[in-house]
């Protein structure tokens, strides 16, 4: 039995120095390749693979079928938003009985939170809903750097909110972070688009394949952060306030932690090494704010205490999450500095 996704083929010579493959035939039907048409070839980071894509692909729009006459309303919602991160064009719920209330309102809870999500058809026993988000609408570096942005307004909220007491601004965080996932999820179908179509790097921003990896993992530690911000939050309780010296150390750890992220991400989507050490500096900063706030907690035991005590503990999670983005900008600052490393790919 053949296996559509590994195929083997035998090289054949053409000239004395020229060497070739043939292309699967189903695979060439499916994007419209024909004699004398030009393809991309694309050699990864090592040298060891070689990916080829059309020129100008031409794929009809994926659509997507899901049963569910098994599956409960969670599970359909689950379902819809696996298909948008896929990279579906068309998702239909379909099911051989009446669609239950719970399930089209699960259909329509996940075109709430989808970006670009609508519902086109909907009748008894099927809804279908389109995405009309295509790759070169958003580039990653930038949809990166709102994601971060999202999570630094939600943290100043939340800890304005903790200093100030009152629990009705700190509600107002949790929508924030619902922003926050409608960003990532549409960052995971532009990532999973541009892993099956190379082509598609220079309109997403970026000039090879090899920061995806990375990418997707910063931005899961910003919504990682930006959990850590609604965590915050949720200790608020109205009136009881911080002092003013209290107010001015927190707000030092928030700013300390707002310049190391901050420098953390340029240095992800402008990979630089020296950016790098430039954000090993500003979480220093970090470090000394985050003691000097401990110390007064541990001496001066200031209201509300508990609160705060919590939240220092919570904002050096945001930090570790941090930390680990600036491993990841690391690693593409080493690759992207030719002074630092050399490959011979010979």
């Not at 060439?28 to 393809?39: C, F, I, N, P, S």
């Not at 031409?58 to 990279?87: I, K, N, P």
Request: aromatic share 4%; net charge negative; hydrophobic share 45%.
């Amino acid at each position: 039995m053949s296996d559509p996704v590994r195929m083997t083929r035998k090289v054949q010579q053409l000239g004395s120095s020229t060497l070739a493959v043939t292309l699967p035939a189903e695979w060439a039907r499916r994007h419209g390749v024909a004699k004398g048409d030009e393809m991309i070839v694309q050699r990864d980071e090592q040298g060891g693979a070689l990916l080829v894509v059309p020129d100008r692909p031409d794929v009809e729009e994926d659509t997507a079928v899901v049963d569910v006459d098994s599956l409960s309303a969670a599970a359909v919602g689950r379902a819809v938003l696996v298909q948008y991160v896929l990279g579906r064009g068309l998702v239909r719920i379909e099911s051989s009985s009446p669609l239950t209330p719970a399930q089209v309102d699960a259909v329509l809870d996940a075109e709430r939170r989808l970006m670009g999500l609508g519902v086109v058809e909907q009748s008894e026993q099927r809804v279908t809903v389109r995405c009309s988000v295509a790759p070169g609408d958003f580039d990653l570096p930038t949809l990166l750097g709102r994601i971060g942005r999202t999570e630094a307004a939600m943290r100043a909220d939340a800890l304005e909110a903790l200093v100030e007491g009152d629990a009705g601004a700190a509600r107002t965080v949790d929508g924030r972070h619902e922003q926050v996932e409608k960003l990532f999820y549409l960052f995971l179908r532009l990532v999973f688009a541009t892993y099956r179509n190379p082509h598609l790097n220079e309109s997403v921003g970026i000039d090879t394949g090899f920061p995806l990896i990375g990418y997707r993992s910063v931005a899961q530690d910003l919504v990682l952060m930006a959990g850590v911000a609604n965590d915050v939050a949720e200790l608020v309780e109205d009136g009881a306030a911080a002092d003013d010296e209290t107010a001015d150390l927190l707000a030092a750890v928030d700013d300390a932690l707002d310049t190391a992220v901050a420098t953390t991400v340029d240095a992800v989507t402008a990979p630089d090494y020296a950016a790098t050490e430039a954000a090993r500096d500003e979480f220093d900063r970090v470090d000394d704010a985050v003691a000097a706030l401990q110390r007064r907690l541990e001496t001066e035991r200031p209201e509300p205490l508990l609160a705060l005590q919590r939240a220092l503990v919570l904002l050096e999670r945001t930090a570790t999450h941090a930390r680990d983005s600036l491993s990841v900008a690391t690693r593409l600052g080493f690759r992207s500095d030719p002074d630092l490393v050399t490959t011979d790919l010979s």
